[in-house]
């Protein structure tokens, strides 16, 4: 018989692939940029993020900054743990495209999907999560984020880090 750690190890596996799905689907539908970061308890974690978010998880900063998260909850990223960098796939945009949430209905269900997603894989799955989804068409940041990774987004290093990953869209 399976142990609890067992099965939420199980349901947080067939979810994250849904997860990174879900982010992917949404980073081509025009000029957006998203990061999804899942960390399990049991030492698994999943991430997916276009390339304006990959100094978040590559640059000594960025790595610095997530494993101080999980240090803070006593977790490690194990060295071969991978991740995918996706070239944002879009059509270009300058200041006269109109607000994708009027112009894309699709936009606004799927990121409210997404950022539902991972917050029930958080809870249900005892993972810590963050998911920053940048539309460069509004200039709107969206996250969802649990506790440990709070400094992500809200510590001065976090701060730097994210203005140096989204760029000014003319």
Do not use: W
Not at 33 to 62: E, M
Not at 116 to 124: D, T
Not at 132 to 159: Q, R
């Amino acid at each position: 018989m399976a142990t609890n750690e067992q099965r939420l190890e199980f349901e947080f596996m067939e979810k994250k692939s849904n997860l990174m799905s879900m982010a992917y689907e949404l980073s081509v539908i025009g000029n957006t940029q998203v990061l999804v970061f899942v960390h399990h308890d049991g030492g698994k974690s999943a991430c997916f993020c276009t390339i304006d978010f990959q100094p978040v998880v590559t640059s000594d900063s960025g790595k610095q900054l997530i494993q101080s998260c999980l240090d803070n909850n006593k977790f490690t990223l194990l060295e071969n743990e991978g991740y995918t960098v996706v070239n944002n796939i879009s059509n270009g945009t300058n200041s006269s495209t109109p607000n994708r949430e009027e112009a894309n209905p699709e936009f606004t269900e799927r990121k409210s999907q997404l950022l539902s997603e991972v917050e029930e894989v958080s809870a249900i799955c005892n993972t810590h999560g963050l998911a920053l989804i940048m539309n460069y068409d509004t200039g709107e940041l969206t996250s969802f984020f649990t506790k440990s990774f709070e400094p992500v987004v809200a510590s001065e290093a976090g701060k730097k880090l994210l203005k140096l990953c989204i760029k000014e869209k003319n």
